[in-house]
């Protein structure tokens, strides 16, 4: 152990360390640990460096951390180390990076609560999970629903799965999948649809008990267990409800963010419906009972939908609408009950105010009288020995009466939906065996626990010892299985704190005696518990601080509960007065029937109810009871005890599946991991302690040849045995030195905790030794390699650069002597140049400079001439210039003076014109005033005269003083006006003459403006130029690039075209194959359908049998006469059936006849809906169809029709003729030697016979001509009213048809139609008329011919005869030329181009005749010499037998005959003719009992279709309609027959489909159509249907040939599923390269090949056996691609599902092993010419999943690389991929998170499908590419063995 220790915590090694907030931390050791050190040294992931220290007592170390490659396991067991923080890391692992919800814990399911929807839960997964192996597939509640459902199968014995966990963990939702899983698989055994039933309980069961809590919008307020039940055929047939524990509290109280029922809030969110308007409800906070939470609404819920959706449940469960509408009512009454207010009277009593509208409504809706209820609601009654009190209530007690009221019909209530749920869920059928689903609570503690956390941890307990029980159970059976030395493993028993609770004088006991005491209260109880259990018993204590609350040590932690309502909560009493006045109610019959079995709750104390707790079903009264008040009802707690101890019964009556869900975080966040919640729930549901029963034994097991394949490494060659088991022992008490770490068993090998890790640590440090040990190896050799590379380049160079230089410098040498030759030479021609370029430069010089000076005198005079000019003429514009801006100037001033004085003039004028008005309003003004005056003056007595004058002399010296201040006010602003004149002129001027500079300036700029402008026009003109020509040059180099541009988008364009041509022809064939496969798949529905509908007459008819012995029986001969029936006989056969079924169902049972018929009529409707909908989508193409052949039949029908029977009657009068030639010729060749040819003779009586049969055949012609003159007539009617007639196939069509008419311009059209047809018909009688007289007059001059012909026969013979044999050959054959030469000059005469044709057959006659002739030749020849070789032997044999020999002449004769039986054949038409009783004869040796494996079917193959064929072909050509429709309908009943009954059988159903498609093929190669008879030859043509067009049978032939592909794709998927996980991921094909890593309890399939595992040479065998069986029957190449092309879509969708599902087989050796097998499957396609069949593109995903699995996943450019490369898969697969890779070995990396997120982030834009799994039962639609047959009909001969001698060859 030391040893061990010391190996494991050394540098590096990575431990487990308590942390408060993450409740463990990884840290890492950065020294070795010694035995005698204190402490260790760590770092933590953040680099962090602490000093762990280690208890000094103890010395426990920290827990080890598993190796990486264990991290993410499916199965917890599986981890070396078990203890808490691995099992947390490894769930926390799985659940944030895999996104994987549900691990394994031993026979334990952990599903962790995402709070998000997942896609991992539709008919693909179940379907995935149906049939695996639980350790085969991921971890998942479909894997154990299926497990439990095997085990039912298998054991035969019943199932549980039990549910657990906290609110919000997700309970429900798992025990609704896992019951969605049995509905699937299992299917239903009736036709009551039970499956959807028990699904349509779960919205019942979610609005009466489930509310919104603080922890869950959903949560399941109660507690259940249904019992789904199976028949003997294991499908489901019912199923059974029990609850428990309903929390009636809720009804009347809700805490915060809490809601009460989901019911109440939809019944008021749907209280504006018109059904319930009689409800009085409104919103839901109106009532007391739904708005105390204060939360009404859940986000994203719509409560009346919710309804709808319970309403619906009912209706399926066959709840009525008036039961629905009664549960309503009780519902409102409910909350109105809530509502009513009882007011205080007095201390002592209450009351109800009168007409209080809520009560009146609750009376209103439960039909009592308000009376009573109020009376009742107020007051009780109180019973003793002799008399009965009333006694009023005070308001509490009343308040309290009302909720227990309310709560106690709740629960009556909810009891009665349950029931009669159950009720609707129970069949007539007898159970076999069932699966119990239990959605419990699990384990409770709050704040403050009461009674009814107490009786959930109560029933958790014994849920635990359950469980506990079972694990050591399981424990003990693997041990003694493996005979492994059993050691009693300690584990903790919870049995004392069940006994604390339910024992004798136990809580319950105590509670159970302290209510049935008079004055018994809380704290007297608590004080009894404390008295007998505190100083007794170690799980009880008391708190410190309280003496009303005790506290109990359960299995998962210590909870303390409040005593305080426990008696009352569990009393649960109400009112018994309350309950009479219920049940006297008449007008609501619900009501009495919910309270029809209540007893008398009062208690012998008359206490008044308390506020209640949780209850289960409704209590039923002892009838054995004295109905006296003081016998007493059982408690809650009895009932829950007796109800729990019920369930225990039934749990371990069953084998048990346990399902612990877990609530990741409290806010309800998706994907979010709080490690403190999460172990206290891993705790409280018994997971750890599934670990730690796990970890006291031999936890890690591994089978020896797992243990071989891993460990081999660890091994030497000389350890390594032929016995594995001696081998692993050999190695492990070498490896591991305490023999007590490990034990061997009969199979396996047990580990201690830790072992595994240990041997992994061992195993990496051999590998890195290894590793490294190769890679010192590898480096020293590719060294080594570079060294000698590098020194044999280096003396290389060397050589050829030392020859370089020796070479450089002799060239040099050359160079310079030759260099200093050139030089001398060199130099003396530049200097004498030099010297010759100078002297010429001078004179140049010279000259140049004195014509220069020259000119320059000349321009200076010319200059100086011109400068005169242009002065003189400047000048003078100078001074006309000065001059004009003078007079300018002047004439400027002239008028701005003149503009000045006249401003100032007018200023003048209007001051005057403004002092004038001024003082007019002035006036204007004192007027006014003087007139105010004056009215008051007027209005003055008399008495104020001297005011008035006063007022006169101070208005008078006013106005002078107005006067004179006007004068002054006139004379300042004359003053202040000059004085502005004078300064607006000055300013005036000012600005005139800064205008004037301003203006000089300007015209200054503009001067030097309009020069600098045009300097820079002149230069925008050059530039502008040379700007136009590098235009002109870009122009022209756009032009060429536009060229160029159109050229290439011409060619884009038509590339574009061609690629959107491409697109739309894929298209049209995808939407082609698309509605091909919709076709296929109705074909295939309606097939089911039938196959059903025949089902249910077969058993119909056993039970019919059954129920009467006495019946009549079957014929025997019953099997082989089936095939008789027809689809006309078909209707026939149900009246039989229906009357054989009257007179059986009286001894039968009513309801199931009744339902049998039922289910017959409604599978009758759906067989005709699926017709109509079939007719439907080929009635455009039908009607085209129709079109067309009736223009065409119109046209040229009848005239063709009559053309085609005179040909065939002359072909066969030909064909007669000829036959009866030869006759002729054999009888005169037969009778040669009598000699005769007299009248008497044979040869006479021939040819005498030859005439009289010519004449019998003429009368014969004639009259058929007769009758097919009134077929023909007959014919044409029956086209002509087609729509009208009953078609060979359904003649059922003729009534719709009828119908179809009854619109009056339809009726209108089909009798215009109707005119038209007789008219035509008229004129086509017409024309046979004609026809035949003059056909008449043929016949009769083609009869005098044969008169005439058979003179000159008689003669040739008369002649023939008295030659010899060989002469007489001759000679017929010389006339035999001169005849058809004068037939040929004959025709010559009357038609030159028909005697052109005629040429051409006459030679072709005689070619053929000469070659007839030859080979005759060469057989008598033959003949002779070995009739000489057989004299010679009897000339030997002695003298004696010489007289019996024969002559050489007889034995030349004999050999004749053979030698005419060729030409007998070649007359054969190929046709078989039998008689109409043969025909079932010929069926039932044809195929009914017809062997595939024959000698006689295989030598050629598709022989009864041919035979078949030829049957037909017979009965076609005597117009047999009848035959031909008989014959047709028994080969197709008889191939479904044959079908049905050997589905199974791949040969059976190959080789039908061979010979299906040939008789197809057959009917279109010879039906006449041009389009089919392009191959064939002249013959096969001839022999082409005559009379009968058989295109819809061709269609139904096409029907059943895909209903034969079908099965045989099914039949071949069912031989090849079990094959193809195992071969193609499982098995190891190259060995060695994927390393077996450690299983937990779920053991897989092992990958190594046993003698019963499936290899890929399984599956290669298997292909190769199918390939070469399709062959040897004969089907058709392309068809055998189509079935290939799908086998290989089955293999990969099957692997790749299995892929996605499994994380043990996602690492980067698995997917070297599917490469490795996909390139295998590629080269058998190679081996079998089949690489262009489409085969391998289906297997594409595969590839590419495995590619994924090898490519590099860490950077950017590799998320751009898997993007790119994986086209053919989804995201979804993409990323489940992702998650689940695996590294094998601890040299792999896992695949990071932010890379997967990186991969989502790019294919967010990808728009395709979000299902994870490829559809296995997809089926490519499936054509028949017509290939017609070279074999000529005429040759085929039947073989004896098939018994067909009846057939007769014609």
Known sequence: MNRELEYMFVQSARVWIPDAEEVWKSAELTKDYKNDDASLQLMLEDGTTIDHKLDPKTKNLPYLRNPDILVGENDLTALSYLHEPAVLHNLKVRFIDSKLIYTYCGIVLVAINPYETLPIYGTDIINAYSGQNMGDM??????????????????????????????????????????????????????????????????????????????????????????????????????????????????VFQADEERNYHIFYQLCASANQPEFKNLRLSTANDFLYTRQGRSPVIEGVDDAKELRTTRHAFTLLGINESYQIGLFQVLAAILHLGNVEIKDRDSDSSLIAPKNRHLTAFCELVGVTYQDMSQWLCHRKLKTATETYIKPLPRLQATNARDALSKHIYAKLFNWIVEHVNKALVTNVKQHSFIGVLDIYGFETFEINSFEQFCINYANEKLQQQFNMHVFKLEQEEYMKEQI??????????????????????????????????????????????????????????????????????????????????????KDTVNEEQIHVLKASKKFDLLVELFQDEEKATTPTGQVPGTGGRTRLSIKPDKGRDTSSKEHKKTVGCQFRNSLQMLMETLNATTPHYVRCIKPNDFKLAFSFDPKRAVQQLRACGVLETIRISAAGFPSRWTYQEFFSRYRVLMKQKDVLPDKKLTCKNVLEKLVQDQDKYQFGKTKIFFRAGQVAYLEKLRADKLRAACIRIQKTIRCWLARKKYLRQRSAAITIQRFTRGYQARCLAKFMRR????????????????????????????????????????????????????????????????????????????????????????????????????????????????????????????????????????????????????????????????????????NQVSSLLEELEKLRKELSVTQQEKKTIEDWAQKYRDEMEKMVSELKDQNGLLKKEKDDLNRMIQEQSQQMTEKMTRAIAQETQQLETDLNEERSRYQNLLTEHLRLEEKYDDLKEELAHSTNVSKPGHRRTDSTHSSNESEYTYNSEYAELEDGSRVGEDVTRGMDTSLTLKLQKRVTELEQEKQSLRNELENREEQFQRARARDDAQFRKARGAELEYESLKRQELESENKKLRHDLAEMRQSLLGGAAAGAGAPGSPAYKV?????????????????????????????????????????????????????????????????????????????????????????????????????????????????????????????????????????????????????????????????DLMEQLEKQDRTIRKLKKQLKVYSKRIGEMGAGQAEGQTSPGQMVEEPIHPVNIPRREKDFQGMLEYKKEDEMKLVKNLILELKPRGVAVNLIPGLPAYILFMCLRHADYVNDDQKVRTLLTSTINSIKKILKKRGDDFETVSFWLANTCRFLHCLKQYSGDEGFMKHNTSRQNEHCLSNFDLAEYRQVISDLAIQIYQQLVKCMENILQPMIVSGMLEHETIQGVSGVKPTGLRKRTSS??????????????????????????????????????????????????????????????????????????EEWLRDKGLMNCGAKETLEPLIQAAQLLQVKKKNEEDAEAICSMCHALTTAQIVKVLNLYTPVNEFEERVSVAFIRTIQTRLRDRSESPQLLMDTKMIYPVTFPFSPSSLALETIQIPTSLNLSFLTRV
């Open 1648 to 1721: 190594i090949a046993d003698e019963g595992t499936y290899t890929l040479d399984s599956i290669l065998r298997q292909l190769s056996a199918f390939h070469s069986t399709m062959c040897q029957h004969g089907t058709d190449p392309e068809l055998i691609k189509q079935v290939v092309k799908q086998l290989f879509y089955i293999i990969g969708a099957v692997t790749l599902n299995n892929l996605l599902l499994r994380k043990d087989m996602c690492s980067w050796s698995k997917g070297m092993q599917i490469r490795y097998n996909v390139s295998q499957l």
């Open 485 to 570: 030395p059993w050691t009693l493993i300690d584990f903790y028993d919870n049995q004392p704190c069940i006994n604390l609770i339910e024992a004798k004088m136990g809580i319950l006991d105590l509670l159970d005696e302290e209510c049935k005491m008079p004055k018994g209260s809380d704290d007297s109880w608590a004080q009894k518990l404390y008295n007998t259990h505190l100083k007794t018993c170690s799980l009880f204590e008391k708190p410190r601080m309280s003496n009303r609350a005790f506290i109990i040590q359960h299995f998962a932690d210590k909870v303390e509960y409040q005593c305080e309502g426990f008696l009352e909560k569990n």
């Open 138 to 251: 991921d971890p998942h509640i479909f894997a154990v629903a299926e497990e439990a459902y095997k085990q039912m199968a298998r054991d035969e014995r019943n199932q549980s799965i039990i549910v657990s966990g906290e609110s919000g963990a997700g309970k429900t939702v798992s025990a609704k999948y896992a019951m969605r899983y049995f509905a699937t698989v299992s299917g239903s055994a009736s036709e009551a649809n039970v499956e959807e039933k028990v699904l349509a309980s779960n919205p019942i069961m979610e609005a009466i008990g489930n509310a919104k809590t603080t922890r869950n919008d959903n949560s399941s307020r109660f507690g259940k267990y249904i019992e789904i039940g199976f028949d003997n055929r294991y499908r489901i047939i019912g199923a059974n409800m029990r609850t428990y524990l309903l929390e009636k509290s809720r009804v």
């Open 1247 to 1407: 040819l005498l016979d030859q005439l009289n049969a010519s004449c019998e055949e003429l009368e014969v012609r004639k009259e058929e001509v007769l009758i097919l003159r009134s077929q023909l007539v007959s014919q044409k009617e029956a086209l002509h009213h087609k729509d009208e007639k009953e078609t060979m196939t359904e003649p059922s069509v003729f009534a719709q048809d009828v119908n179809k008419l009854k619109d009056a311009d339809e009726l209108k059209q089909a009798y215009v139609g109707l005119k038209d047809t007789n008219r035509l018909l008229e004129q086509q009688l017409q024309a046979q008329r004609r026809t035949y007289d003059s056909e008449v007059e043929s016949l009769r001059g083609e009869l005098q011919n044969v008169k005439e012909e058979n003179n000159r026969q008689q003669q040739l013979l008369a002649q023939n005869l008295q030659l010899p044999p060989e002469a007489r050959i001759e000679a017929s054959l010389q006339h035999e030329i001169t005849r058809l030469t004068n037939e040929n000059l004959e025709l010559m005469a009357d038609d030159p181009t028909a005697s052109r044709e005629a040429r051409v057959i006459i030679l072709r006659r005689m070619v």
């Open 816 to 983: 310079t002597q030759a260099a200093t030759v050139i030089q001398k030479y060199q130099r003396m021609c530049v200097e004498r140049k030099r010297y010759r370029q100078k002297q010429a430069a001078a004179l140049a010089m010279q000259t140049i400079l004195r014509a220069y000076m020259a000119r320059q005198k000349y321009q200076a005079l010319l200059r100086e001439h011109k400068a005169v000019i242009i002065q003189k003429h400047v000048r003078g514009w100078l001074a006309r210039c000065w001059y004009k801006r003078c007079l300018e100037a002047i004439v400027y001033l002239q008028c701005c003076i003149r503009r000045m004085r006249a401003k100032r003039e007018l200023k003048k004028l209007k001051i005057e014109a403004r002092s004038v008005e001024h003082f007019k309003k002035l006036n204007k003004g004192m007027e006014n005033k003087i007139m105010q005056l004056q009215r008051k003056i007027d209005e003055q007595n008399k008495d104020n005269r001297v005011v008035n004058e006063r007022l006169v002399s101070l208005e008078s010296s006013y106005a002078s003083e107005s006067e004179r201040m006007r004068g002054e006010l006139g004379r300042l602003r004359g003053v202040e006006e000059d004085a502005k004149n004078k300064t």
